[in-house]
């Protein structure tokens, strides 16, 4: 079984004799042996258990090969998240409904858009909250020709 394995920069080929030869680049600059399995080798065992032997040679001399390659990972595969984001509540709607007893400044409605028109006595402010402008009672009313509802405080 013949067989090569890349670690980067550094290509290792593995004979049927479990002798291997260690290329950088093009060149060949160490020759292993020693009775080692496959698995030995790759795992990084050939740096500390092996004899190493200077020779040179070319990595196309034994062109009968089979030649594989083993990758491993640089980093860890981070997993991706979708949709895990939430808004805080905003608490909108009628606060105080109708024939409700109100003071000054009392919220009436929290609202986006116009949904409910000020009537007498109600202030609306810069996010359309209506508000008491009195202290009264609190009514709604519906005009129908301009399809808008009121809230007023009597």
Not at 79 to 98: A, E, R
Not at 127 to 145: I, M, P, W
Request: proline share 3%; net charge positive; hydrophobic share 25%.
């Amino acid at each position: 079984m013949n067989c090569r394995r890349e670690f980067g920069q550094v290509v290792l080929r593995i004979s049927e004799s479990l002798g291997c030869t260690l290329w950088r680049g093009s060149g060949c600059t160490r020759s292993f042996s020693g009775g080692l399995t496959t698995n030995q080798l790759v795992t990084g065992a050939l740096q500390t258990r092996l004899d190493t032997v200077d020779q040179t040679c070319h990595p196309s001399s034994n062109s009968s090969s089979l030649y594989t390659q083993v990758r491993w990972a640089s980093k860890k595969q981070g997993g991706s998240t979708q949709n895990n984001k939430d808004s805080n509540p905003k608490f909108l709607g009628v606060k105080l409904f109708g024939g409700e007893h109100c003071i000054p400044g009392n919220i009436i409605v929290r609202q986006r858009g116009k949904r409910f028109h000020p009537g007498v006595n109600v202030g609306m402010g810069k996010d359309h909250t209506l508000f008491s402008l009195v202290e009264g009672c609190v009514s709604f009313t519906k005009d129908r020709k301009k399809n808008r509802t009121y809230v007023n405080v009597k």
